[in-house]
């Protein structure tokens, strides 16, 4: 072995171990919130920001046909999709929703734009087969039926607290 390939494979190795590393430091928040049931102190946008970014990387990865780069970066996708699911799940706001059976508190016009928008410039990635606009896209669709699903399960019409303002 070449000691240029076996300073690559060391140097990949770091990489990998030391950027999993990072990404398990979330491991501490998420067993906060499943103990507590609540985010208290934990902050979501670390979390998004890092899922998009290992997203994109993972895209970069994938074009480039670099192992290292799609595998981190498929295991940091992976937990921070985990980090920001456990934290929706204990957050007050849907908690809120799922509480008082109302989705008063979502726009529903925002809801719809942003399914159109994200699922549009996903349709158009795909048709250059450009995953740096096709992946970026994807949680806005994923975030938006969700959205859609809550709208489903608590119709405004049966909003309790509208209905009492209206008597």
Known sequence: MEAGSVANTLLS?????????MFST?????????????????????????????LSWLSYGIL???GTLIVVNT??????????????????RKAKVIQTK????????????????SASWTLYGFQ????????????GIL???????LFWKYPQEQDRNYQLLQT
């Not at 190795?13 to 590393?21: D, K, Y």
């Not at 295991?75 to 007050?92: E, F, N």
């Not at 975030?143 to 699903?149: A, D, E, K, N, V």
């Open 13 to 21: 190795g770091a990489c990998v171990l030391f950027t999993l590393g």
């Open 26 to 54: 979330g491991l501490s928040d998420l067993r906060h919130m499943r103990m507590t049931r609540r985010v208290d102190n934990v902050q979501f946008l670390p979390f998004l920001t890092t899922d998009v970014n290992n």
């Open 64 to 66: 480039k046909g670099d």
């Open 75 to 92: 295991v940091g996708a992976v937990l921070q999709t985990l980090y920001i699911s456990v934290y929706l799940h204990y957050c007050p």
């Open 102 to 117: 109302s989705t008063q508190s979502l726009s529903f016009s925002l809801t719809i734009a942003t399914l159109l928008t």
């Open 128 to 139: 250059l087969r450009d995953p740096y606009i096709m992946v970026p896209n994807f949680p």
């Open 143 to 149: 975030t938006s039926f969700i959205r859609l699903w």
